[in-house]
Each structure stands twice: as structure tokens, then as C-alpha cells.
């Protein structure tokens, strides 16, 4: 979505999500490294922009929309996914879309994930 927010974790040291912005065309951009002295998650009014953080073998996202994948009937719009860094680093990863016809291909170092807005009702059950 575009000029949002992702929430995201790299791995499970840090507790509180970094919260990303995205761009017009909904894309966050998140860095990683294996240097201690290169790691930058400052945040300001906009999220933390920009953010290089320590490589771990997962990254997890809470989108604040609706997810377009195959769900359980208790499924939660809120539920975090997890995914693994080495096979976003070295495939890339793209989700379902059981929203649309949209369609991506991977591309080694992108995850994309597909989401549609929380329609009135949806937003009653938050």
C-alpha cells in the first residue's frame, strides 16, 4: 500500500517492530549487513526510513492490511507472517493473491506481499 507503514522484526532480538514507511508505489526498502558498525535503525517522523539492520535468518511483518492469501476461518488481519531471509536474499519470495489478479515473479532480494484494505466490517473486529 502506498505511503504506509510496514511493521517488521529481523530475526528475535528486538522486541518492538521498526515501522517502515512506504513509498507511492508501496515499497519499503530495508538493508542488511553483517557489520555492527553499519546498523542504522533511527527513527524519525516518518518511521525509521531507510533502515540497515543486522542480517538474521528471518524477517517477520505485521502489514496492517489485509493479507490476500488462502486463510483459516480465525485467521487475524493482524497475524504476523515470517519469512526467511536467506530465501528472500537469494530467490526473493511473492505471496498469493486470492485478492486479485495482480501477479509478480521473484526477484532475489524482494518480498512481495500482497494486501487489500479492511473493509468497514473488518474494521469493527479490530
Same mark, same amino acid.
Given at each position: 500500500?502506498? $505511503?504506509?507503514?510496514? $511493521? !517488521?522484526? =529481523? &530475526?528475535?532480538?528486538?522486541?518492538?517492530?521498526?515501522?517502515?514507511?512506504?513509498?507511492?508505489? &508501496?515499497?519499503a526498502g530495508l538493508f542488511l549487513t553483517d557489520k555492527d558498525s553499519e546498523v542504522n535503525t533511527r527513527s524519525g517522523d516518518r518511521g525509521v526510513v531507510h533502515p540497515v539492520v543486522k542480517y538474521a535468518d528471518t524477517i517477520?511483518? =505485521?502489514?496492517?492490511? =489485509?493479507?490476500?492469501? %488462502? *486463510?483459516?476461518?480465525?485467521? /487475524?488481519?493482524? +497475524?504476523?507472517?515470517?519469512? /526467511? !531471509?536467506?530465501?528472500? @536474499? *537469494?530467490? &526473493?519470495? =511473492?505471496?498469493? $493473491?486470492?485478492?486479485?489478479?495482480?501477479? +509478480? /515473479?521473484?526477484? %532475489? &532480494?524482494?518480498?512481495?506481499?500482497? @494486501?487489500?484494505?479492511?473493509?468497514?466490517?473488518?474494521?469493527?473486529?479490530?
Open positions: 500500500m502506498a $505511503n504506509s507503514f510496514v $511493521n !517488521t522484526w =529481523v &530475526g528475535t532480538e528486538r522486541k518492538d517492530a521498526m515501522s517502515i514507511p512506504t513509498d507511492q508505489d &508501496g515499497v517477520r511483518i =505485521v502489514a496492517g492490511y =489485509v493479507v490476500c492469501q %488462502p *486463510h483459516a476461518p480465525d485467521y /487475524s488481519w493482524l +497475524a504476523t507472517m515470517e519469512f /526467511s !531471509t536467506k530465501q528472500i @536474499v *537469494h530467490q &526473493g519470495i =511473492v505471496t498469493a $493473491n486470492t485478492c486479485g489478479k495482480a501477479t +509478480a /515473479s521473484p526477484q %532475489p &532480494g524482494a518480498l512481495i506481499i500482497f @494486501v487489500r484494505p479492511l473493509k468497514w466490517w473488518e474494521k469493527l473486529k479490530s
